[in-house]
């Protein structure tokens, strides 16, 4: 490996060309920012899409393809709830969308996924007869682990979607992978889409802002991550990137270091649009939180100089 190797850590996309056509101008303009970086490999972690349809997956491939990342040892891409479950566009369908996620065939849209992004996968090993997940995936001195960390719904525990686990076949495979020969003495970096935090960075100032902190610990939740964190700790695993959250930033837990990259396109209120550049030495791991500024936001084909980049380094 190169003496840096430098990942770019994206997520929440949330693709919709009917409705949101700015969000794939965005995605653009970032790929195009991270080509002129020569970045080495990208990852996103989840929700590339707005509504898990056949038309958002479609031109999330044809973007990849118009930036010839159709290639396994380029990204890494994986699976997020609006990739299973889709979301309510207005307030109205909040009542109706439980209705529309217990309708929605897990399996059909699991495969979905991979039949529109089955390139990303052609050098990772699976560990599962069931499963395209856990998978790994190794990038010179890196060892990538890909986990689907969306649940399958259910009335009380997951009524739109949104809570995540880590069902009991892919841990057992998950722990049979964290201890196979292939990534010893790699750099593990985990990708899963949900968030590792027990609360989000909502301001509580107003009366709905503490309603949707309500909403959020109940339907935005990862359950059964101590388990995962034990597991992690156990295999020295380097950093957790995730998204799920619209929030960017990074936290730690059980010493292990998170990033979450869910402001990219749609950042919460609190929040601000951008991402991170993973910059990956021999003698450490440095991470890079690139602000997107309006130049970058209307990006085409013109180069940014690099001065016109806001960015801060923060070394974990």
Partial sequence: MKKTFTIAHLSDLHLS??????????????????KQRQVDHIIITGDITNQAKENEFDHFRKILREFSLLDSKKITVINGNHDIFGGPYYAEDVLSFPTACKSTDYAEKMDQFYRYTKETFTSTKF?????????????GDIAIVGLNSVAEWHAVKNPIGSNGKINSEQFKSLRELLNCEEIKKKKIFIAIHHHFSAKSDVDHSSTMERIWSAVESATLKLRKKKRLLKLF?????????????HHHGMYKKEGITFVNAGATIVPAKNSQQAFHFINVREECIETENIVIPAQLKSYQKKEIPLRNIRKSLAIA
């Fill in 17 to 34: 060309p009917d409705f949101f056509p700015e969000r794939s101008r965005h995605f653009r303009s970032i790929l195009s920012f991270c």
């Fill in 127 to 139: 560990f599962s007869e069931k499963s395209f997940f856990p998978f790994l995936k190794v990038v």
């Fill in 233 to 245: 700790t156990k295999a020295n695993v380097a950093k957790v990137l995730h998204g799920h959250v």
